[in-house]
């Protein structure tokens, strides 16, 4: 196996929704990502997660709260979001967090629509 | 932290090669230069990585200047499919090996 699946591929949530973004990858990868792109920009990284723990978080707001329950699976919880939050969520692994001659793999993303 | 610099866009004729520069002056001896692409709407996809040496893969070839400060992706034969944004990234090294992207240059592929 070497995709990275994210589910739902599209949401659509209102301003007072709770939801979740899942990202699974079963590559043997400990390092797993977060990134946001909105439209004709290029991705951002939000979160870095590196062995289950969280290493980086690129200043993102509270209402967005990440988690890494196992090796495997990467998820975005999302509450109170606003409407400039919409955008092409993609999640993204790679061996090692350190190490720096292997390249990441992306999942396809999941579009998030905020009304 | 090492910027790259890419044209906004390019067109290619399909079947033609398609050279896409990149210019990272900045760039530490120890920092891999990739490339991805992106299809519209789709997941950043994987081309090719190098750190000093040319590198050629099933994808692509990619070619490092000797001072390291710019490269190019060739795309041997280019077809439709291959349009797409394509993102030059030099890879941080001293920030965990985090993958920044640019703002990537589009290329167009006309029949």
Request: charged share 20%; aromatic share 8%.
């Amino acid at each position: 196996d070497t995709e990275v699946t994210q589910t739902p591929k599209h949401l659509v949530m209102g301003m007072t929704n709770k939801k979740s973004l899942k990202c699974e990858q079963h590559m043997g990868h400990r390092a797993m990502y977060w990134y946001k792109q909105k439209a004709k920009k290029p991705p951002e990284l939000m979160f870095v997660y590196s062995y289950e723990k969280l290493s980086i978080n690129e200043s993102v707001p509270s209402r967005f709260s990440p988690e890494c329950p196992n090796s495997s699976l990467l998820n975005l919880h999302l509450h109170a979001l606003q409407p400039e939050d919409s955008a092409l969520y993609l999640c993204a692994s790679s061996q090692d967090l350190r190490e720096a001659n292997y390249g990441y793999t992306f999942g396809s993303g999941t579009r998030l629509t905020v009304v | 932290d090492a910027k790259t610099t890419q044209p906004p866009s390019m067109d290619c004729a399909e079947g033609r090669a398609a050279n896409l520069p990149c210019n990272h002056s900045t760039i530490s001896g120890n920092e891999y230069v990739y490339w991805y692409r992106q299809i519209h709407s789709q997941g950043p996809q994987y081309i090719i990585h190098g750190l000093k040496n040319n590198e050629t893969n099933e994808m692509a070839s990619l070619i490092i200047t000797e001072d390291r400060k710019s490269s190019t992706l060739i795309l041997p034969h280019a077809t439709l499919r291959d349009t797409a944004v394509y993102y030059c990234i030099v890879r941080l090294t001293d920030s965990w090996g985090k993958l920044q992207f640019g703002a990537g240059t589009q290329v167009v592929v006309t029949p």
